[in-house]
């Protein structure tokens, strides 16, 4: 059934059925859910922190590619990446929603599937928001409420802070090149793909091709799916380990370098980073190998990673911490401990990177930005 023989009036009805049962367990805080004009919610004792992001197809996603549930899941992790990022937990989601007349009832109740399971993994609930018609592109958006006892900023770095990173970046911009090059095979069976978070056993699948200068070339599935799900379905982490002794934090959404450079300009300081410290992981090596792409440039500068970039002024502390949290943590998706790399250090003035032969560069804002003249 297309969306608009279903009608708003009846999907609300559905969506409130759906998921106001689970706002009334004990302890959710929640006072009114969906249904009235405006939800209630008591956060007592308690910094309230509130973000919101858009994704729109044609600058976010394709559906060439990318399905409803891939686009339901990231518009939740995406969010919640921000309110770890300040040091939070995320409590509430409100969602605007346009989609086209002519889509289908199982393509809108399959971004529901995605919004349902990252809220599970995340510990949110939906509490309301809108929904309308679109004559072209589709849009999505949310707003995230989250708490937190203490909350970290971009601006608190100090001279003598270390620069740490989590896990590794360009992962996902290497996934986008991947996707943008798959035969249009591998854009359906990708499509079609939850990367085991929903079907938890994964079956042994062929390589995809990847149309490279007219070249058609064979990238083995698990190498190339770790890092499509990481553009598609990124999985962000709570930091634990480290929310204590960090001193200025922010998530790489647009790019290690630009982002870095928010740190610097919102605390008034500078930085050294180490060019050969960023870490890279092997399958972006490997696919950025067969790509013909640059895989540190991928990691300094592609965006969507959604990993944690702080400052704090020592590694031992977070060592111990990290070892300390490990045997406490519940068994969900997310509660892995991430790991943690030094890359440089805050500095007074100087914004430079020191290249692998030991050249001294200044630090550029390489990385996404919207209405910018780099496509």
């Not at 971009?154 to 943008?180: F, P, Q």
């Not at 092997?282 to 067969?290: T, W």
Request: hydrophobic content about 40%.
């Amino acid at each position: 059934m297309k969306l608009h023989q279903k009608g708003e009036l009846q999907l609300l009805k559905e969506i409130k059925e759906r998921f106001n049962p689970a706002l009334k367990q004990k302890g959710s805080g929640v006072i009114l859910g969906i249904g009235d004009d405006a939800a209630v919610f008591a956060c007592p004792g308690e910094k309230i922190l509130v973000t919101t992001d858009m994704m729109t197809e044609g600058i976010h996603f394709n559906l060439n590619y990318t399905s409803a549930f891939q686009i339901g899941f990231k518009l939740v992790s995406v969010n919640v990446s921000d309110i770890y990022a300040m040091g939070g937990k995320p409590r509430y989601i409100f969602l605007n929603i346009a989609m086209k007349r002519e889509a289908s009832e199982e393509f809108f109740w399959d971004f529901f599937n995605g919004i349902s399971t990252a809220n599970s993994i995340y510990g949110v609930k939906l509490l309301g928001g809108d929904i309308s018609s679109a004559i072209n592109d589709m849009s999505v958006s949310a707003t995230l409420i989250g708490a937190a006892e203490k909350i970290v900023t971009r601006a608190g770095a100090k001279v003598g802070d270390k620069i740490y990173l989590t896990n590794t970046t360009g992962d996902s911009a290497c996934g986008l090149e991947i996707l943008r090059r798959l035969l249009p095979e591998g854009k359906n069976m990708i499509r079609e793909y939850d990367f085991g978070l929903v079907n938890k056993v994964i079956e042994d699948k062929k390589p995809l091709t990847l149309n490279i200068n007219s070249k058609h070339l064979n990238l083995d599935f698990n190498t190339a799916s770790s890092l499509i799900k990481r553009h598609l379905m990124p999985l962000v982490k709570y930091p634990r380990e480290f929310i204590d002794n960090a001193t200025a934090m922010i998530d790489v959404s647009d790019g290690l370098f630009i982002d870095l450079l928010r740190i610097c300009d919102d605390s008034n300081v500078g930085a050294k980073v180490y060019f050969n410290k960023i870490p890279v992981s092997y399958q972006m090596k490997i696919a950025s190998s067969i790509m013909g792409l640059d895989s540190h440039s991928l990691a300094t500068s592609g965006g969507e990673d959604y990993e944690l970039l702080f400052t704090a002024p020592d590694v031992k502390c977070l060592i111990n911490k990290g070892s300390e949290h490990r045997n406490s943590l519940n068994n969900s998706l997310n509660s892995e401990p991430a790991a943690i790399t030094c890359i440089g250090e805050i500095i007074p003035k100087e914004r430079v990177v020191i290249a692998l032969d030991g050249t001294e560069l200044p630090l550029k804002a390489e990385g996404y930005q919207h209405f910018s003249t780099q496509g």
